[in-house]
């Protein structure tokens, strides 16, 4: 009986060794005959080979991370100078699936350089901050989230409900379905993007039909107003103090013009009494509370800080000859100090 079993075992494995070489045979001749073929090691589920509805797919995500540049710690990444958001430098707005518009048009694409105009300048906002566009993220006007863009129906509808004139009830809620909430935690992510000459109707010479955005916008850590303080770029003096700008002049050369804008009025209280005077601003000093306001003092964009550099004398730019307060991009200086402040080498900060 043992022999009888042990026989019987033995062809048993003769027969799994067969059915294993005829599997080795088809994987390496099927394809000759046109027959299926699944790669060794390879699931064969259609779930596994497709990518989620909605994500990126995984070429699509190395892309986006092959294109960030990093080399500080913290995690920082940065997108490189010029590289702005899609659509946010033509003379497009949205890109509304059943429009006939394209991303090809010129508009207000950023100039090339990508000078640092700022070299060891403070970084100009405390805590941990996301450099990227106010207008074509989430709570944009350039914006719209993917339900909006599901019809042309759906979209019309919360468009005019979101931009009826008086405002009428549900007018805030059709918004934030159309355009998303600035306070969405995508925003407040790396990689940090350019914006400098987005698409604005502002005077900037170094913007393609010289016009574009002045500087480069950043929010604080979170969302909430009048809490993170923006702090001296240089040590300066105080040029000019408006109704929701404060512009600083460094006082040893080349002379840099800093101007910050949307911080809490009661900035202007604080710095009247030294505008125009030769009273010096220590690099690094509390100059006002990041927020979100405009003239008058009212709520008037997101929460973020709007920071220039301009130039104060004559100087070359890509090889002509620039005048006084002309808007220079800040982009890689801001990238620069923000990368000695996260390896602990930037400014200390003071009370103001």
Known sequence: MSRNRGSG??????????????????????AKYGLPVIPM????SSSAASPVAGEPAASETASVAASAESSAPGGFTYLPATDLAPWSWTSSTVPLPWAAASNTDPGYRAN????????????????KAYANSQVYRPGGEGWATPEA?????QYDAWYNKAYSNPKQSGWLTAYNNLRG???DPSNYQYPWRDNFCEKRSGDNSLCHSAKGH?????????????????????????????S????????????????????????????????????????????GRVGDFGPGGTSYTTVHLHFEIRLSVAEQVNGTLRPLNTFVPPYNALV?????????????SAAW
Request: charged share 20%.
């Open 41 to 44: 090691g390879s699931a064969s």
């Open 9 to 30: 075992g033995g062809a048993v494995i003769a027969v799994i060794l067969l059915i294993l070489l005829a599997g080795v045979l088809y994987q390496c001749n099927g």
């Open 149 to 153: 863009l599901a019809s042309k129906a």
């Open 336 to 348: 620069a100090s923000y990368e000695r402040k996260l390896a602990g080498n930037g400014c200390e």
């Open 214 to 242: 002045q500087g480069q916008d950043i929010r604080p850590e979170t969302c909430q107003k009048s809490l993170h303080w923006a702090v001296a770029a240089e040590d300066s003096v105080i040029k000019d103090v408006g």
């Open 181 to 183: 909430t600035s306070c």
């Open 112 to 127: 090339v350089n990508v000078d640092n105009w700022s070299p060891a300048m403070c970084f100009p906002l405390e805590g």
């Open 244 to 287: 929701y700008t404060l512009t600083l002049r460094a006082v040893n050369p080349p002379y840099r013009i800093y101007r910050y804008l949307h911080m809490d009025p009661d900035f202007i209280a604080h710095w009247q009494p030294l505008e125009g005077t030769t009273t010096v601003v220590k690099a690094g000093r509390r100059l």
